[in-house]
């Protein structure tokens, strides 16, 4: 996938990818992605999802559909035009499926778990007309906050006992005739919606702390009609799997 913002040299250092991941789940199916950035951590997954699956999940999702909020707010802002519809993983067995494969993927647990300790997220579906977006924002709760307010008396982090938004797992459910790019202003990328696949990042650091450059935001759409479904995966239950690493910049 072309990509306006990157210079001809960044591109040749990112590659194509086809593997199992370690997974014994991927070693019939590897998945096959491609290497955005490094920093953020970032690769786009093909074929991560079935039309069966898409077409489930938007059915589900249709009479569920309410305009999108943002956490800080509540109500409609005019920063983020699209509808929102929240899926449990009980909802339907697809849910299940799909989480395993995240998983089997990232390497990450995923699963809802406990409330006070929960690894991903309930799915959350997007649906977004002409004219839909999502302003640049920052997908963690509290951690893009001076450290100093993160464990403040009725600060957020109480109300976050998993921890913060690790990472974003985002599916494509379909393609967008014009606009509708997912954009990273600070890390120079966009991606493009392909219907089946997925973009992943990381936004937060191996450090603990949020990256500046995970911010990101959904350009308005022009023609068509944008699907996208979240799948946030919490900190606290990968505290293993994503260790520090030895340059504390990192
Ligand atoms: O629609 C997009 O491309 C981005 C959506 C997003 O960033 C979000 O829902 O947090
Ligand atoms: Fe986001």
Redesign the pocket.
């Known amino acids: 996938m072309r990509n306006p913002f990157q210079e001809d040299e960044e591109i040749a250092k990112y590659k194509c990818h086809v593997s199992a991941r370690g997974s014994p789940y991927l070693m019939i199916r590897p998945a096959k992605y491609e290497h955005i950035q490094d920093d953020p951590e970032m690769y786009l997954f093909h074929d991560v999802i079935s039309p069966e699956e898409i077409k489930i999940i938007q059915d589900i999702s249709k009479h569920k559909l309410y305009r999108s909020q943002v956490v800080s707010n509540k109500g409609p802002v005019e920063y983020r035009v699209s509808q929102t519809a929240w899926l449990q993983n009980q909802t339907h067995t697809v849910l299940l499926k799909i989480a395993k494969r995240i998983s089997a993927i990232t390497g990450l647990h995923v699963y809802e778990g406990i409330p006070h300790n929960m690894a991903g997220e309930h799915i959350q579906v ?1 649906s ?1 007309g002409i004219g839909g977006h ?1 302003d640049y ?1 920052f ?1 963690p709760l509290f951690k893009m906050e001076p450290e100093e307010k993160w464990n403040e008396t009725g600060s957020k982090f109480e109300h976050y006992p998993s921890g913060d938004r690790l990472a974003t797992w ?1 599916f494509y459910l379909t393609e967008v005739e014009a606009g509708g790019r ?1 954009a990273f202003p600070q890390a120079g990328v966009s991606v493009s919606p392909v219907k089946g696949a997925a973009v992943f990042w990381y936004s937060i650091k191996k450090n603990g702390y949020g990256n500046q450059r995970s911010q ?3 350009c308005p759409v022009l023609l068509g009609h ?1 699907w ?1 479904a ?1 799948k946030w995966i919490r900190e606290n239950v990968n505290f293993l799997k994503y260790p520090c690493s030895l340059d504390p910049q990192e």
């Open positions: 997007l977004y999502y924002h997908d985002m997912t990101h935001g959904g944008k996208v979240n």
